[in-house]
C-alpha cells in the first residue's frame, strides 16, 4: 500500500510537548499531512503548533470547548479532504524515534487481516508503558499484556492497543464510524478495538 500517513494529534494544554513531537514527525518522511485539534487550551498550544516545522502540511484546529479525546480525533480524521490510505493518531507527548513509523506502516502491509498496529511505547528514562492489554476482565484488568513486545521488538497480536500511538487502515477507521463519542477519555481506543475485531479484522502490536 505505501504512501503517505495522515497523522491526527489531540492536544490540551500540551504546549510543553509539541516541539518535541514535531521535530520527531518532521524525520519522518511517510508523512503527508498533520492536524491537531485543540480542546481549548488555556495555553499557547495553538499559536505553538501552528509556529513548529512539521515538515508536512499542518491544520490547526481551535476548538471553544473540550469535546473530549475521541470526538477530537474523529474531527481531525474527518478534516482531511483527501485522506491517505493510513492514519496515525497520536498523543502530544509522544516522540517518534526513527524509523519507528516506517516499521508500523510496514507491519500494516503486511498483516492484511490487521486494522491497526499499535507502538510500544516507553518513558524518558526508558521504561516500559503499557501500551496493549487483554480485553478488561476480572483476571486480566491488572496484568500486563504485552512484556516480550516491549522488550523485544517483536510484532504479536493483543486485543486493543493504547490510543497514544496507533497507525489505523483508514478504511476501517471509517468503516466503524472512528472512535465512540460515548466515552469522553479512557476506554475510547478499547471500544474501538473491540469493535473492529467484531467485524472480523485484527489488532497488533510492533
Not at 37 to 50: E, F, H, I, L, P
Amino acid at each position: 500500500m505505501g504512501g503517505p500517513i495522515d497523522v491526527v494529534v489531540v492536544t490540551y494544554n500540551s504546549s510543553n510537548h509539541l516541539a518535541r513531537l514535531a521535530s520527531s514527525i518532521a524525520k519522518c518522511d511517510e508523512v503527508g499531512s498533520v492536524v491537531v485539534v485543540d480542546n481549548n487550551s488555556q495555553d499557547n498550544s495553538v499559536s505553538t503548533a501552528r509556529s513548529l516545522a512539521w515538515a508536512a502540511p499542518i491544520r490547526v484546529i481551535a476548538l471553544k470547548d473540550n469535546r473530549g479525546f475521541g470526538a477530537s480525533m474523529n474531527l481531525g480524521a474527518a478534516s482531511i479532504s483527501k485522506p491517505s490510505s493510513k492514519l496515525l493518531l497520536l498523543n502530544p507527548d509522544v516522540e517518534l524515534p526513527e524509523p519507528t513509523l516506517r516499521r508500523l506502516s510496514s507491519t500494516l502491509d503486511e498483516e492484511p487481516a490487521l486494522a491497526v498496529v499499535g507502538a510500544a511505547l516507553w518513558t524518558a528514562t526508558g521504561a516500559a508503558v503499557s501500551s496493549a492489554r487483554a480485553f478488561p476482565t476480572a483476571h486480566s484488568i491488572l496484568h500486563r499484556y504485552v512484556t516480550e513486545a516491549d522488550h523485544n521488538g517483536r510484532f504479536i497480536y493483543a486485543d486493543w492497543v493504547c490510543g497514544a500511538a496507533m497507525l489505523w487502515k483508514r478504511n476501517v477507521f471509517d468503516l466503524l464510524g472512528g472512535f465512540s463519542t460515548d466515552f469522553f477519555l479512557y476506554y475510547e481506543d478499547t471500544d474501538l478495538c473491540r469493535r473492529a475485531q467484531e467485524n472480523g479484522w485484527r489488532v497488533g502490536i510492533d
